[in-house]
């Protein structure tokens, strides 16, 4: 299937750029981080969120301990890595975030070593498509390769995997989520934490169903039809009815 939820809603950043330091997406990283972190999605210093604003990024820096980050913890850099602002060395996955910009024109990545995720990458080649909100991150999840952290090979490979995705695993390390807004990649990788653990729980029960081409497309139609995931007042005609 080439069209899903991702690619329908998906949109890329707003191309503004700011010769500030910054600051406020320096802050938005910082607070996405420590909602993670309290949502157990990133523990210790282990995972790196970051947010671009036209040619930089607010991203994390390497060694902080996520779940108190700070927004002076959150050091910027330009599309080349270099950094611009900010006293902290960044993460060192600042390959793996600057690929995906560059490459899928995204406004916010999100990588984690969440547990659920990171143990069906230690067992899996992708997550299949067991439960319909997956198509909000392009459906089937695949797990990239194993390669050392940090390397551009690890970069790579997790690209090739989010190509059509919002969403990869990485094998026996973690995972990675993007979108137009951290507040979006944040959800994805909520939502995916999610999806691994109803995956566990189902196929340690037995072997679990997995969505089809049609029913996935029918989702699709319906989620359209219905403008799926967005709140909708009811029709003044009708509030005294309720
Ligand atoms: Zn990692």
């Not at 779940?67 to 611009?84: F, H, I, N, R, S």
């Not at 991150?137 to 690209?159: D, K, W």
Request: charged residues 15%; contains cysteine.
């Amino acid at each position: 299937m080439n069209v899903t939820l991702f690619h329908l809603y998906a949109s890329v950043a707003p191309m503004t750029d700011s010769s500030s330091a910054l600051g406020q997406e320096r802050a938005a990283v910082a607070d996405a981080c420590r909602r993670l972190g309290a949502e157990g999605l990133l523990i210790g210093t282990a995972g790196n969120v970051s947010l671009r604003a036209g040619e930089r990024v607010a991203i994390t820096a390497t060694g902080a301990v996520l779940a108190e980050l700070t927004a002076d913890q959150v050091t910027v850099v330009d599309l080349d890595g270099k950094v611009v602002a900010g006293t902290l060395q960044p993460t060192s996955e600042l390959e793996l975030h600057l690929g995906v910009y560059r490459r899928y024109g995204a406004g916010a990545v999100v990588h984690t070593h969440a547990p659920m995720a990171t143990a069906v990458s230690c067992v899996l080649d992708e997550l299949p498509c067991v439960h319909y909100q997956l198509l909000a991150l392009g459906g089937t999840v695949r797990v990239a390769p194993y390669a050392t952290f940090g390397t551009p090979e690890l970069a790579e490979s997790v690209l090739d995997a989010l190509d059509g995705r919002g969403a990869a695993l990485m094998a026996n390390h973690g995972a990675v989520t993007h979108a137009a807004t951290l507040g979006k990649a944040v959800e994805h990788a909520l939502l995916l934490e999610w999806a691994c653990g109803v995956y566990q729980r189902a196929a340690s029960m037995g072997r679990p169903r997995v969505l089809d081409e049609q029913q996935q497309l029918a989702v699709i139609e319906a989620a359209l039809a219905r403008d799926y995931g967005t709140t909708h007042p009811v029709p003044p005609a009708q509030e005294g009815n309720r």
